[in-house]
């Protein structure tokens, strides 16, 4: 572990932050989105996890496999026939 910077809370708004040094953001990996859980008296900032990872890959191999088709079967309404336009 390297040594512990110290940095300011500092008035944002209404709300307080603090500015994180540039080189231990690059050592982190963190650079958007990040994720904050207090635990005792520590506040643990980690980068957030990056959603939908993949699902384009994902998409376009069951396309492929003619795998995209709906699972349930549709049961529609009067309604849905007639009166939506």
Do not use: C, Y
């Not at 603090?18 to 953001?25: D, G, M, T």
């Not at 994720?35 to 990872?53: T, Y």
């Not at 994902?58 to 009067?78: G, Y």
């Amino acid at each position: 572990m390297s040594a512990a910077i110290k940095s300011r809370v500092v008035q944002i708004g209404n709300s307080q932050g603090i500015l994180i040094p540039k080189l231990l953001l690059e050592q982190s990996g963190i650079h958007t989105q990040v994720e904050i859980e207090v635990h005792n008296d520590h506040l643990i900032i980690s980068a957030a996890p990056k959603l939908r990872v993949g699902w384009e890959e994902a998409f376009a191999a069951m396309t492929e496999r003619n795998d995209d088709v709906l699972l349930d079967d549709v049961s529609t309404t009067d309604w849905d026939q007639v009166e939506w336009e």
